[in-house]
């Protein structure tokens, strides 16, 4: 196997749920050695969702924390934090997601461990940043996409919000993250000296918003409502349309080529013309339902075989089940195999994968704490110390 670009790299992950742990295994998965840390009586809260795997473990979390190790500690306790902040002299990342202010308590924020590692990558990822009036509010995806305007942009005219199916700030301030390390990391090797990173998923949120701040930042231009906009669907050329037998398929023909093609594929030569291409009110409506009617005339299969994807941009709406059996999705390996004690199992693959044969899920998911005594044995501590942490609950393995 080739080696992977982060081999070397420590990453000590002090996050749960999803928007840290993506980013994590990200890093993971392109070599870092990433240490999860823990509670020790509860651990991340993903190990108990839905669906679970043969040794108990949510496949969700099994697939977050691939090629991850795992130390439980109390950072509360005197023995814990010591721990951490050993681990952290060794560590070349840091990424934490608490609500801002409970790293400062627990005496692991930035400046303190930068007293011990004055290289360290440090990343807080949180909802609305470090500061403001927001910095104290609890919240979640929809919070933050909501604030950011881009719950507000998702919809049908003149109807409610729809909340998207997939988390996306979530995953975004996962994805911005995983820069930040890697811009630190390069930082810290020009100049030995560490960076701090403070992302909020709103400011990530309001950062994607460059379609539709110039309308609101230009007095004489009007800001769009729901779904009037080329990205939401304003227009026929950009739209779903149903199909017999109940599928979708998707049309994106911005570009008058791939309209005046479409047009002449679905027998509607008659509005294959540039002032048919963006229709406004009534032509829009007259427009949309031809090719909503001429669509419904057969199966999405049908569509597929029938049109030539090369000339028209035309694309099934893959339910989560069949997305796996896509030929697309099965050519690029977007589904790997992760090998388990009990089984092997089926994960999603990294989408950043350098060219060369290349191991990206080397490991499986960590009991809570499974390597604690490990971790722990690397440390300056002495063995009396390590197992009265164990006694007292400051840590725990899963055998004992």
Not at 36 to 60: C, F, Q, T, V
Not at 333 to 360: K, L
Request: include cysteine.
């Amino acid at each position: 196997m080739t080696r992977l670009p982060l081999e070397g790299v420590r990453v000590l992950d002090l996050t749960r749920l999803l928007p840290g742990p993506y980013a994590t295994q990200l890093l993971g998965d392109l070599g870092a050695d990433v240490i999860k840390i823990e509670e020790p009586r509860m651990g991340d809260y993903y190990r108990e969702e839905e669906p679970k795997l043969a040794d108990g473990n949510s496949r969700i979390f099994a697939m977050l924390n691939r090629n991850k190790r795992s130390i439980a500690l109390d950072l509360k306790d005197e023995r814990g934090h010591e721990a951490f902040m050993q681990l952290a002299e060794t560590a070349d990342v840091i990424v934490e997601g608490f609500r801002p202010g409970v790293v400062g308590r627990l005496n692991i924020d930035y400046e303190s461990v930068k007293a011990r590692n004055e290289s360290i990558v440090y990343c807080s990822l949180s909802g609305y940043g470090q500061d403001g009036p927001y910095e104290q509010w609890a919240g979640h995806d929809v919070n933050y996409i909501g604030i950011g305007g881009l719950l507000h942009m998702t919809g049908e005219p003149d109807e409610d919000p729809v909340i998207p199916g997939i988390p996306v700030a979530d995953f975004a301030g996962g994805m911005m993250t995983t820069i930040g390390a890697m811009v630190g990391l390069r930082s810290a090797e020009a100049t030995g000296e560490g960076e701090y990173f403070d992302l909020a998923m709103t400011d990530i949120i309001v950062s994607w918003l460059t379609l539709y701040a110039p309308y609101v930042f230009d007095e004489t231009a009007s800001p769009p409502e729901r779904g009037g906009t080329m990205p939401a669907g304003k227009y026929p050329c950009y739209a779903v349309y149903a199909t017999a037998g109940g599928g979708h398929l998707t049309l994106g023909a911005m570009e008058y080529k791939f309209w005046e093609a479409t047009c002449e594929a679905l027998g509607l030569e008659e509005y294959a013309n540039p002032d048919d291409h963006f229709p406004e009110g009534k032509r829009s409506a007259e427009i949309r339902a031809a090719l909503a009617e001429a669509f419904a005339e057969r199966t999405r299969e049908e569509w597929l075989d029938r049109l030539d994807p090369e000339a028209i941009p035309v694309a099934p709406v893959n339910d989560v089940g069949e997305v796996w059996d896509d030929p697309q999705v099965r050519h690029r390996e977007m589904v790997t195999e992760m090998e388990t004690e009990d089984e092997s199992v089926p994960v999603v693959n990294t989408p950043i994968r350098p060219e060369g044969d290349h191991d990206y899920v080397r490991s499986e998911h960590p009991g809570l704490g499974e390597q604690s005594a490990e971790l722990l044995a690397e440390l300056d501590i002495d063995g009396e110390t390590i197992e009265s942490m164990f006694e007292d609950g400051v840590t725990t393995e899963p055998e004992r």
